[in-house]
Structures are given as structure tokens and as C-alpha cells.
């Protein structure tokens, strides 16, 4: 009798061994080589930006967002930006694509990249590429770019821009058209 309890003690035993570790296949992590591209994803997005006295400084929307898991680099399809001073929206950024650096300070905007201006004098800035500091609202780029005030247009190549001051400055190759 103590033998037959003994050997089902031991069944038992093994039956719940091997329950237990073929269990644990399922459920482990996958391999190393196994390549995860996006930390996260997001589908039509809109994200506000405050500022430390609670203030509304941003308004950041797009079609998608992803997250490298890696360099936790964010991309954004057909982004929207309206930077927002005293309550109201100073300029109105789009672009075909951004990506933001791991710090979300930096962005890269390319693709048909448009700034307008929300206020008089209604400047519209347009090129190629922009790389845009969040923090401090500064614009630059070394491609064409234009800038349009009214019946006034400048082009060249490069452009320096502090949007909260309103000042675009094209660096090389400037051609305008002034309209009294």
C-alpha cells in the first residue's frame, strides 16, 4: 500500500513537471534576435502642451505616431503643430513627416512644410525641410525656402526664424518681389 501511494505521489510529481515547463515555453520572452520596431503607435492623435504656470503653449496633432523602441525617436505622419501664445495661436506648421527627437524638443518636419502665420503681418513660410526647437519656437533649414507677406515675396536658399518674435530671415541667394 505505502509503494502504490508512493509511486502516485510520484506520477503526480512528473505529471505536474512537465505540466508546469511545457507551460513555460508558452509564456517566456521572445528570443533576442526577435526585432520589436515601435514601442508604441497612435492613430489620429491630438496632444496639448502646457506651460509651468499652466498655460497652453502647443498643440501637436497628427494621422500616426510610432516610438523606436531603440533610440526612442518618434515619427509623425501629417503632422499639425499650432504654437499658442496668451491664448491664441501664433503660427500653424504641417508638413508631409516629423520626427522628434527621445526629448521631444527637436523636430524634423519634411515634405511640403508650411508655417502661417496666425496674426498680422500673416507671414507664410514654405520649403522642403524645417528643423523646428519646440522649447524656444526657432526655425531653421539650409534648403529653399519662401516667405510671403501679403503681395511681398522673398525666396532664396536657407532661413533662419524666431516665430515668437515674427523674424524670417532667408540666408543666401535672396530674390524678392516688393509691391508698394
Known amino acids: 500500500?505505502?509503494?502504490?501511494i508512493?509511486?502516485?505521489v510520484a506520477l503526480?510529481?512528473?505529471v505536474l513537471v512537465f505540466y508546469l515547463s511545457s507551460n513555460?515555453?508558452?509564456t517566456q520572452a521572445p528570443p533576442e534576435n526577435t526585432q520589436v520596431k515601435n514601442k508604441y503607435y497612435l492613430e489620429e492623435f491630438v496632444t496639448h502642451s502646457y506651460g509651468q504656470a499652466g498655460?497652453?503653449?502647443r498643440i501637436f496633432q497628427g494621422e500616426a505616431l510610432r516610438q523606436s523602441v531603440h533610440s526612442?525617436?518618434?515619427t509623425v505622419d501629417a503632422p499639425r503643430i499650432q504654437l499658442i501664445e496668451n491664448d491664441s495661436p501664433t503660427?500653424?506648421?504641417s508638413a508631409h513627416k516629423a520626427w522628434l527627437d527621445a526629448d521631444q524638443e527637436n523636430a524634423k518636419l519634411k515634405g511640403d512644410v508650411i508655417a502661417t502665420e496666425q496674426s498680422p503681418p500673416n507671414s507664410r513660410l514654405e520649403t522642403s525641410e524645417l528643423d523646428l526647437n519646440l522649447s524656444n519656437e526657432l526655425a531653421h533649414t539650409t534648403t529653399k525656402a519662401s516667405i510671403t507677406q501679403g503681395p511681398h515675396f522673398i525666396k532664396g536658399e536657407g532661413l533662419q526664424a524666431n516665430l515668437p518674435e515674427g523674424t524670417?530671415?532667408?540666408l543666401t541667394k535672396v530674390q524678392s518681389v516688393y509691391i508698394p
Open 1 to 4: 500500500m505505502n509503494q502504490r
Open 6 to 8: 508512493l509511486l502516485m
Open 12 to 14: 503526480l510529481g512528473a
Open 24 to 26: 513555460q515555453k508558452h
Open 55 to 57: 498655460e497652453l503653449q
Open 72 to 74: 526612442h525617436e518618434t
Open 91 to 93: 503660427w500653424l506648421i
Open 168 to 170: 524670417l530671415e532667408i
